[in-house]
């Protein structure tokens, strides 16, 4: 079947976003008062929880629950400053999108493949790494973005990706996603798409079982 469509995940695959998304939060919970710390190591086992408050509830569950818990708006309270910190963070310069994404997307584009986006990230969070790339907001270059707070399950469900196909009005063999998680990869092949990874610096040990391909980067990816 021809090629009609590219589905990107964003953190990690199209650029290596996490350290931002942690500086992000330790910068949160310092500025509220909250002794809470994430180093690298930390940081990696509670990416293997999909979504920011999702990731804080985890934590707080595994190594504070002998303390008083925050309630859930709490929680989403503190990953909106977080999204802000995050969003400034970017707006700062600095992040290049990974090997061969740009180049990519410019080839697809003129191939007359369409692109979208499946991200358990926020939408804000998304336009945030596009302007800071590419100087456009998300839409300016994806057709359709399907973020976390659009669906009722995230990665690793298909939801996302079965979003984006019913936005799309395709077919999962018409398209082909892209990731860099174990959780993306379920994700995008429970909604019966095949799935190409790109592993970045959090996610090399994870089990890519089911992935078409596991390659380290996208440069010279071919759309033949």
């Known amino acids: 079947m021809t090629l009609k469509a590219l589905i990107f995940d964003v953190d990690g695959t199209l650029a290596e976003t996490e350290e931002a998304h942690r500086r992000a939060f330790n910068d949160t919970f310092k500025s509220n008062g909250i002794n809470w710390h ?16 999702e990731r804080m509830l985890a934590y707080q569950a595994k190594y504070h629950a002998d303390k008083p818990q925050m309630s859930f708006d709490k929680i989403a309270a503190l990953h909106r400053q977080k999204t802000t910190r995050y969003v400034e963070i970017l707006a700062s310069g600095g992040l290049a999108l990974r090997p061969g994404v740009a180049d990519l997307i410019k080839r697809a584009t003129a191939a007359g493949i369409r692109l979208a986006i499946a991200t358990t990230t926020s939408r804000p969070n998304v336009d945030a790494l596009t302007k800071c790339c590419w100087g456009k907001p998300a839409d300016e270059i994806f057709e359709v973005i399907a973020t976390g707070e659009q669906v009722n399950a995230k990665k690793p469900a298909p939801d996302l990706f079965e979003l984006a196909l019913n936005r799309l009005q395709l077919s999962p063999e018409s398209c082909l996603a892209f990731e860099d998680s174990g959780n993306g990869v379920l994700s995008a092949i429970g909604a019966g798409i095949k799935t190409i990874v790109t592993p970045c610096c959090y996610t090399e040990n994870h089990d890519f079982t089911g992935a078409a391909r596991v390659i380290p980067t996208l440069e010279d990816f071919p759309l033949g």
């Open 38 to 53: 994430w180093d690298v190591p930390l940081y990696g086992e509670l990416l293997l929880t999909t979504g920011g408050k």
